[in-house]
């Protein structure tokens, strides 16, 4: 599939698609049983994709006992096997990486050459992690601590994750998650987003050559129905929820009700403080392409800057200047640098929030809609907004920078200490005092000094505050997905 972003794309995709966007359950594809259908609509073009049966909770229900069937087994296949199964894996998405990186484009209508150079490496990068981390995890050290006793601690999975994904980083997400889980010895559901259900489907199925049916099984459906079905069930002894608050919030309140552990990676909205001894030529591109990857419609997208009130024009200035270059245009074209909004819904969601903004700051690029079909929105910069305001204060998910001046290194840590999420923030200066100082005085899980945006399977991503808990990526990824058992061996 090696010219599909050349030659009639859409209609390829769709095709593809169409044959095999179904449940996958013990190795195997189902058609869900609700009645209920989704259209998937292409973020480009609004056109419908294809059109997909969504699933009841029987569906659930029967994937759920799949993934309990087969772990027992799993769980004792030695290491090294589980490991050589991902390292086959992601050699089967090396292989297929051109058409994974074109349904993921589609999926969430992000440029191809994002997916190509970005997403789906990483996502073939988690999977390698993941096989060479689960032999070597580390644990407390085992010994007599009690004594007459030998102590040995014990790494063990938990056993069913029921796995729920976002749609901005659809493949992403979904195999990083799995990847840690299979990984350690659990088995998995994952439900995708409802609207970018593509990419995932794909993986999954290639995944299902070289894992033993119902280690990895995919439901397809909506949050309400398929979603709560899945973070309700019986079998499922840990949830892994990537995505909005409101929902995580619900998803914790279940998870609570029942018992039973969460991993949240919910939302954020990183604060950016500039400082007045920065180079600004290389801040700005860099705090631009952070910025607008994907759209804006990144958790930790470097939207919210805090700037030094010495340099606050030039660099209202220059992110505008910047922002006003970002090229728009088809997901697909490898020129484009900003494709649309995910969906029609989401560009409103956005567009509601700047048009709410406070009569004090104003748009001093962008924040319209450009001619043509799709979802897209201009690259948008808004100064003078005050702090407590809905468009400082909340994540906004778009192609849309706030700029706020401050005073002092105290007022720039307020600031930015001042919203209820806490997942990332990047601090740009050459003082290595103040980098340390405010680097440590940040509550974020992940703070990128003079950078922002870079990561990597080995790296954790930890969220403060509302931003979630627990851990995705990193040695902490995967112990988020196993638990600690004590072993005390008696010497009588």
Known sequence: MSSVAEADPRGAIRELASRELRNFVDGEWREATSGESFDVLDPATGERLTTYACSSPADVDAAMKSARAAQPAWEQTAAAERAEALYALADLARKHAEELAALDALDAGKPISASRED?????????????????????????????????????????????????????????????????????????????????????????????????????????PVAGEALARHREADLLSFTGSVRV????????????????????????????????????????????????????????RLLV??????????????????????????????????????????????????????????????????????????????????????????GP?????????????????????????????TTDAGRALRVGSAVKAGTVWVNDHLKLAPEIPVSGFKVSGYGSENGEAGLLSVTRLKHLAISHQ
């Open 248 to 303: 995580g919030s619900q998803i914790g309140a279940i998870a609570g009700e029942a018992v039973r552990p969460s991993v949240l990676e919910l939302g954020g909205n990183a604060p950016v403080l500039v400082f007045d001894d920065v180079d600004l030529e290389p801040a700005i591109e860099k705090i631009a392409t952070a910025g607008l990857y994907n759209a804006g419609q990144e958790c930790m997208a470097a939207a």
């Open 400 to 428: 849309v920078f706030t700029v706020q001046p401050f005073k002092s290194e105290e007022e720039a840590v307020a600031l930015a200490n001042g919203t209820e999420y806490g997942l990332a923030a990047s601090v740009w």
């Open 119 to 223: 997403e789906i490496p990483g996502a073939i990068d988690s999977l390698r992690f993941a096989a060479g981390a689960l032999r070597t995890l580390n644990g407390p050290s085992s010994g007599p601590l009690l004594g007459d006793a030998t102590s040995i601690f014990i790494r063990e999975p938990y056993g069913v994750v029921a796995g729920i994904t976002p749609w901005n980083f659809p493949l992403l997400q979904a195999t990083v998650k799995f990847a840690a889980a299979v990984a350690v010895g659990n088995t998995m559901v994952l439900k995708p987003a409802e609207i970018t259900p593509l990419a995932t489907a794909r993986m999954v199925e290639l995944a299902g050559q070289v894992l033993p049916p119902g280690v990895l099984n995919l439901v397809l459906g909506t949050g």
């Open 308 to 397: 030094a009130e010495s340099r606050y024009e030039d660099v209202v200035a220059a992110l505008a200047a910047r922002a006003a270059r970002q090229v728009l245009g088809d997901s697909l074209d490898a020129a484009t640098q900003l494709g649309p909004l995910v969906s029609a819904d989401q560009r409103d969601r956005v567009e509601g929030k700047l048009a709410r903004r406070s009569a004090e700051s104003e748009i001093v690029t962008g924040g319209s809609r450009p001619e043509g079909p799709g979802y897209f929105l201009e690259p948008t910069v808004v100064a003078g907004v005050s702090a407590g305001e809905e468009l400082a204060a909340e994540e906004t998910f």
